[in-house]
């Protein structure tokens, strides 16, 4: 930890360090306590110290050691606290360190600086200790016993009702059928049962219909997609770069469908962990290992001109180690950036040890191939190749181009002698497609580049010519007619998908500290390595690599991966985390509601091979998931917020599940898993405020069955996301996001009202009904049932019986308004009638028990 802050020790308590020594417990500590804690900046070349055991203090700062034993004369850490040498006195402000204390410290130093810390048998520092909860071994608790042994179907419910015994409260009785299997259907696929699959779970009498059907949802292709998305956050995954120029990432889904496919294939998640973290690294890695690290790949990319490409190559870095913290280890190391973690026991010196993994990575797109598309892009791909050599000859490219690319390596080795053509190098700087970058390709000679190579600086040469020689020439050459024909003539032959992956540099320099978190300042040279206050991670050979810390992370001496797994799995199906602060396990986050429940249900994880499935089917066939939602009154002032899990909590739908539900109630959803993001309609004027949008046209809304595709496949533009995923809180995929927020704002109301998606299916509702049901009552009934997986109360029904006629009677006398909300007329029905229904629709379409999981 940085001396400029309070040192490491201040965070673990003294009994922990041993049999302390009485000069360094009683009289230095206390000293360094008071009189260092006010120090942030004042002695930068100190910075880097721990003084929590002995070695890594005597290892120094930055540059070098400040303490030298027998001889405090010499220790810098003497001459920063009485002002010697020149050097600031410190702490700069306040108190400073009276002549007796500074003559502890030398009389401390001058008898051998005694710690109280140790030194591990091989000379190397002992790892700090902590008594925080957290960074404790997983224990494997026995279910305890209970006062209602009846209640309970699994242990799960031993812990829950065993916390209610202590609190004197009683557990809430069984949610009813139906609601109980809209939940889990909800929950398990994000979809609601169809009125076929709930007349037919009600019909179902066995003792075990419950279990059966979680087995079924458990098996169906729409569960990777339900648990993807909460994955996906986590990964900050989108469809562009962010920052000003914000590119469409075209290939970024294939990280998705990965995602996808490997919770419907039960991949073990310790699996999931290391292809993801490295699946690069793996001995004889495949494709689809490969295509795993795009994990590391949803960080932002910045291509604006005159940036510093270093800066962004940090910033890349130092995202990818902040969310590896946060995802797998729940820690936000991120705060010790710049500085040692304020409450956390995690210096500067971790954080970059951790850093220190990610920062070789190189950025490299590879074929990706799906099934069935390798044959038509073989018998294809000479005549496509033919073609657009064709088009290049005819608009002169090979000679414009040659020239081009001398003119550039000129511009390039004489800055600032022609700023146009510093412009357009600087522009070239910007390409990075496939992990090629402009300038690697530019200088490999033309007869040694691959086709791939050529490709890509071709079509920059063409795109971009107009930085160089200026908007006139470049019209004048019609090469922004032959870029739409060279875009046109690859979109229309097949080709292949192509997915973003990373490699490990092999002559990347080495890793340092930065000061105060500037990437430019360079500090100590750090090693790959984990936090000191984990257990340690073993190398498998040499220098520790990605690979390693994949497998240190899913280690089972490693007590925190199992335990935030679990909790962000339990936190989709109860609202809330067993520690709510599921992004924070450190000592500022919340403690674990039910702690032996934790603990049970990460050694059990573990023991089950790390089955997602199988975690999922324990937690959603116990009793404490099947309890009915509705508030009881005597728990409002014990238990406000649910943490005793005394009831289900009623949780809001996920952004994305709001649409999928309309639309599926509608009939218009395509079930389609997997696949290309798409564009279904928005407003308009929301992809005009993207910079340099060129109006609506930069949002093509898609076509057919891709107009109503589940909102997992929404294209995710970071600069100009879509506007209904926004409103009801998606996150920005700009960090990661491990729980989502839940707002509730007027936006949302008319967003449900107005949005062009909810008006079309409200009306493709109303038509759905009128097909299939002969009668205004019957219709009513599939409406409900359709929409709210019940039949409507004598209630309701009284009032759509009153609110109907008068509706149709308005729009009779608007024939206008009728057509808009009823664009077809429909044997039997007329035109004020439907619109009517429609109108009936909306309604359902925007109740909250229509976005709310119960």
């Known amino acids: 930890m940085r001396l400029g802050w309070a040192v490491s020790f201040l965070f673990v308590p003294v009994s922990l360090f041993g049999q302390a020594k009485v000069d360094f417990t009683a009289d230095v500590q206390p000293i360094l306590k008071k009189r260092c804690e006010g120090c942030h900046g004042a002695a930068q070349q100190m910075s880097g110290v721990r003084f929590d055991h002995r070695d890594a203090a005597l290892a120094g700062g930055y540059s070098g050691p400040v303490i030298l034993p027998g001889k405090s004369a010499e220790s810098k850490l003497i001459q920063r606290v009485s002002g010697t040498k020149g050097m600031m006195v410190m702490p700069p402000s306040g108190p400073r360190l009276s002549p007796e204390e500074i003559g502890v410290l030398r009389t401390w130093i001058d008898s051998g600086a005694a710690w109280s810390g140790a030194t591990v048998a091989d000379g190397s520092p002992a790892k700090a200790r902590h008594s925080h909860w957290a960074f404790q071994p997983i224990a494997s608790p026995q279910p305890p016993s209970v006062s209602n042994s009846a209640w309970v179907r699994n242990p799960v419910d031993n812990f829950v009702l065993s916390r209610l015994d202590k609190e004197h409260i ?102 999931f962990t290391i292809k993801q973290v490295a699946g690069d690294l793996l001995p004889n890695a495949s494709i689809d290992d490969r295509i795993a690290t795009g994990f590391h790949r949803n960080t932002l990319t ?60 190189n950025e490299a797109d590879i074929d990706a191939p799906l099934p069935g598309e390798i044959g038509p892009y073989i018998k294809s791909r000479d005549e496509y190749r033919a073609k657009r050599r064709a088009l290049l000859d005819q608009y002169k490219v090979p000679q414009l181009q040659a020239d081009w690319e001398r ?132 190398a498998t050979s040499g220098a520790a690599n990605r690979l390693d810390l994949a497998k240190w992370l899913v280690s089972p001496e490693n007590p925190l991966t199992a335990r935030v797994t679990v909790n962000w799995i339990w936190q989709e199906f109860f609202g ?11 000592t500022r986050g919340e403690k674990p509601s039910h702690p032996e429940l934790l603990d049970w249900l990460a050694s059990k994880f573990v023991e089950d091979g790390w089955s997602v499935k199988q975690l999922v089917r324990n937690i959603v066939t116990s009793e404490t998931y099947r309890q009915s939602s509705k508030v009881r009154p005597e728990l409002q002032s014990k238990d406000p917020d649910n943490a005793l899990l005394a009831r289900q909590t009623r949780v809001r739908l996920p952004a994305e599940l709001i649409r999928d539900e309309a639309l599926h109630a509608s009939g218009l959803l395509s079930l389609k898993v997997g696949g290309k993001s798409v564009k279904p309609p928005q407003p308009s004027g929301v992809a005009s405020l993207a910079y340099g949008a060129k109006g609506d046209d930069s949002w093509t809304e898609s076509k057919g069955e891709d107009r109503y595709r589940r909102g997992l496949y929404i294209h995710f533009q970071r600069a100009t996301p879509y506007p209904l995923l926004m409103n009801f809180d998606a996150p920005k995929a700009v960090v990661a996001q491990c729980k989502r927020e839940q707002s509730n704002t007027a936006l949302q109301a008319l967003n449900l009202l107005n949005d062009p998606v909810f008006v079309e299916a409200a009306t493709a509702l109303a038509y759905r009904v009128i097909s299939e049901a002969p009668d205004a009552k019957a219709r009513l009934g599939s409406m409900f049932e359709y929409a709210l997986n019940r039949p409507p109360t004598p209630g309701e029904l009284d009032k759509f019986r009153t609110s109907i006629p008068r509706l149709q009677s308005m729009y009779e006398g608007d024939a206008r308004a009728a057509k808009q909300l009823a664009p077809a007329e429909l044997p039997g029905i007329t035109r004020a009638e439907t619109a009517a229904l429609v109108n009936a629709a909306t309604v359902l379409l925007n109740v909250d028990e229509f976005i709310t999981k119960e």
Request: hydrophobic share 35%.
């Open 170 to 271: 009683a557990p809430s009785p069984e949610a009813d059928k139906r609601t109980l299997y809209r939940r889990v259907s909800l929950d398990l696929i994000g979809l609601q049962p169809t009125p076929e699959e709930m007349r037919a779970f009600l019909s179902d009498k066995r003792p075990d219909a419950y279990e059966k059907a979680v087995d079924r949802l458990l098996s169906s292709p729409h569960f990777g997609e339900r648990i993807a998305r909460p994955w996906l956050d986590r990964a900050r995954y989108a469809d562009s770069d962010g920052y000003e120029k914000d590119w469409v990432r075209p290939f970024a889904w294939r990280y998705r469908q990965w995602v996808i496919d490997a919770f419907n294939n039960d991949m073990p998640f310790d699996q």
């Open 302 to 361: 910045n291509r604006e001109g005159g940036i510093d490409n270093n800066q962004f190559r940090f910033e890349a870095a130092i995202d990818r180690a902040n969310t590896i913290a946060a995802t797998w280890m729940g820690l936000t190391m991120g705060c010790a950036q710049c500085h040692d973690h304020k409450y956390d026991p995690i210096s500067q010196k971790d954080y970059y040890q951790l850093f220190a993994f990610v920062d070789k990575i």
């Open 407 to 538: 003119q550039m390596l000129e511009a390039s080795a004489n800055p600032g002698k022609r700023t146009d053509w510093d412009l357009a190098w600087d522009c070239l700087l910007k390409l990075t497609e496939g992990g090629d970058d402009g300038e690697k390709i530019m200088r490999i000679p033309l007869d040694k580049r691959t086709e791939r190579e050529r490709d890509i600086l071709t079509n920059h040469f063409v795109r971009n010519y107009h930085f160089a020689v200026g908007q006139k020439v470049y019209k004048e050459l019609k090469l922004d007619e032959l870029d739409k024909k060279l875009k046109e003539l690859y979109e229309h032959y097949p080709q292949l998908s192509r997915a973003m992956t990373v490699t490990d540099s092999q002559s990347a320099p080495p890793s340092h500290l930065r000061v105060r978190g500037d990437y430019r300042t360079l500090g100590i040279e750090v090693k790959p390595n984990t936090p000191t206050v984990l257990p340690p991670m073993t």
């Open 576 to 586: 809330r985390g067993i520690v709510k602060t599921t992004d924070d396990f450190g």
